[in-house]
Structure formats: structure tokens, C-alpha cells
């Protein structure tokens, strides 16, 4: 069964500053890797999704990285902005038949300071 | 992108009542999912909805308590039964594209407490 952790599970930054969130999961190879914000009261938004052959991708601010031998991934944000305040989280979807099965970690809520 | 709604956005119900919460897609879907996220929790799956047929349910969910409808391949319905204050919780659908590197695509969610 896949697991995904998130790290840490809060972080408080200050506006304009870089700050990397964490994601490891346990099962390999998989479909594909997303990272999702879900603001306060909203549905989540992806941010970004990687295939298993992919090691980074970029979303404006936002780049994610893969590290397929350590099975984790990041999600580095730069210049933080206020409204990145929210919750971020890791996806992890493993194939399944003719369709996939995801695999949601806890999240990492994230609040920026003026 | 698939542009989702969900109503009621939220909602605040007497135990032992049933709510039943709609979405909407702007465009027809191959898959339709319910989750349900509890507060500091990740998102767990309630079931797949089926258009014509019966819905699949994940381990831990049975039909009595979370009926669900799919008519057709752009609306699902999720009803909550018997509601206790255990149910207290954002209950989101989503959809996939199956020809679409599996993304999944998020309604706003439907918040509900219970008394």
C-alpha cells in the first residue's frame, strides 16, 4: 500500500522569502506525482504534475523536483507572496488497470507573514 | 480545465437528517469522484460514480449512508444519511479525463456541520 508524508506538517514564512515543502512516498515506479493548493474553504488547484521520468517541473513561483532514488519530491516556492498562504499537497497516483489509483498525503499548511 | 460546482457551498444540519450535495461540470467527464476531508486530514475517497449504474465504494463507505447519482456524464449527486456530528466535514467531487496524464480536476467543496 503507497503512503505519502508531508513536511512539516505547518511552516510560517515571511513575505518575500523561499520556503521548500517535502513529500515522500513509499511505492514505485508510479503514474504520476501532482502537488495541489487548496486555499481556506476551496477545492485544491494544481500547482504541478510529473511523470516518473520527470525530475522537475515549474508553475510561475512555484518548481517541484523528483527525486526517484530517495522517492521523494519537493515543492519549492520562491518570493513568497501573501496569497500563497494555504494548505499544499502531494499526490501520488500509482496505475491501476486502465485507470490509477491516488494517494493523498495530509498536507502542509503554509502561512505568510506580511 | 473542467469548471466544477458544487451546492450547497455549505450547510449546517440537524442530526439525523440527510443532505444531499449536487455537482456540476461544465463539460462531459469520463470519471467522477466524492471525496470527503476531515479537518487536518488528507482527502479520502468516498466512491466513484458510475454514470447509469451503481456507484463503487471504497472500503469503509456503503451505500445506505452515501447514496449516490450519476445521470448522465456532467452531474453526480452525493447524499448524506443519517447524519451524526461524526459526518462534519468538506465533501468534495472531482473529475478525471482518463485520455489526460490521469489529472484529477476539484469542485470547490461543500461544507457541512452537523448539530
Known amino acids: 500500500k503507497n503512503q505519502v508524508e508531508q513536511s512539516p506538517q505547518s511552516l510560517i514564512i515571511l513575505e518575500g522569502k523561499n520556503c521548500t515543502l517535502q513529500?515522500?512516498?513509499?511505492?514505485?515506479?508510479?503514474?504520476?506525482l501532482r502537488w495541489y493548493k487548496q486555499d481556506t474553504g476551496r477545492g485544491p488547484v494544481s500547482l504541478t504534475i510529473m511523470t516518473f521520468s520527470e525530475n522537475t517541473k515549474s508553475n510561475g513561483r512555484y518548481t517541484a523536483t523528483l527525486d526517484a532514488d530517495t522517492k521523494q519530491s519537493s515543492l519549492h516556492i520562491t518570493a513568497s507572496q501573501l496569497s500563497d498562504s494555504a494548505s499544499y499537497i502531494c499526490v501520488v497516483s500509482l496505475p491501476s488497470g486502465g485507470s490509477y489509483i491516488p494517494t493523498f498525503g495530509r498536507g502542509t499548511s503554509l502561512i505568510v507573514h506580511p | 480545465s473542467a469548471v466544477i460546482s458544487q451546492k450547497p457551498s455549505r450547510d449546517i444540519c440537524q442530526r439525523g437528517t440527510s443532505l444531499t450535495i449536487q455537482c456540476q461540470v461544465d463539460s462531459q467527464v469520463t470519471m467522477m469522484f466524492w471525496y470527503r476531508q476531515q479537518p487536518g486530514q488528507s482527502l479520502t475517497l468516498i466512491a466513484t460514480?458510475?454514470?447509469?449504474?451503481?456507484?463503487?465504494?471504497e472500503s469503509g463507505f456503503v451505500i445506505d449512508k452515501f447514496p449516490i447519482s450519476r445521470p448522465n456524464l456532467t452531474f453526480s449527486t452525493l447524499t448524506v444519511s443519517n447524519m451524526s456530528p461524526e459526518d462534519s466535514s468538506i465533501y468534495l467531487c472531482?473529475?478525471?479525463?482518463?485520455?489526460?496524464?490521469?489529472?484529477?480536476?476539484f469542485g470547490p467543496g461543500t461544507r457541512l456541520t452537523v448539530l
Open positions: 460514480a458510475n454514470q447509469g449504474s451503481e456507484a463503487t465504494y
Open positions: 513529500c515522500n512516498y513509499t511505492v514505485s515506479p508510479f503514474s504520476n
Open positions: 472531482s473529475v478525471g479525463y482518463r485520455a489526460k496524464v490521469d489529472e484529477q480536476f
